[in-house]
């Protein structure tokens, strides 16, 4: 059974930098296609980020484009998220994804199987 542990989130000011991690468990991340989702109060859900299988191609939002960091450690099974330049609108719950169903939709989270319990990102001005 896969488990997803979010980490690392926290209350910054704007143009700080944090770098949340996603541990997994039951599961080998080099093996799937590994997500970042955000979702604000009263927002959908969205995808932030993708890491395909075995590191080797990743994928941003048009947001954090430029300003978000997604990688993977194998060896610790862990997936990673780092955040510069942090905004105000970049406050949000993260949480990290799964078991991708298509590639291509991948910014959907209806195409993930799995997911994290999400770690709580403030950006103040």
């Known amino acids: 059974q896969v488990q997803l542990v979010e980490s690392g989130g926290g209350s910054v000011q704007a143009g700080g930098s944090l770098r949340l991690s996603c541990a997994a468990s039951g599961w080998t991340i080099s093996n799937n296609d590994m997500g970042w989702f955000r979702q604000a109060p009263g927002k959908e859900r969205e995808g932030v980020a993708t890491?395909?299988?075995?590191?080797?191609?990743?994928v941003y939002a048009d947001s954090v484009k430029g300003r978000f960091t997604i990688s993977q450690d194998n060896a610790k099974n862990t997936v990673y998220l780092q955040m510069n330049s942090l905004k105000p609108e970049d406050t949000a719950m993260y949480y990290c994804?799964?078991?991708?169903?298509?590639?291509?939709?991948?910014?959907?989270?209806?195409?993930?199987?799995?997911w994290g319990q999400g770690t709580q990102v403030t950006v103040a001005s």
């Open positions: 890491i395909y299988t075995d590191g080797g191609i990743m």
């Open positions: 994804a799964t078991g991708l169903r298509w590639s291509r939709y991948w910014y959907d989270r209806k195409m993930w199987d799995s």
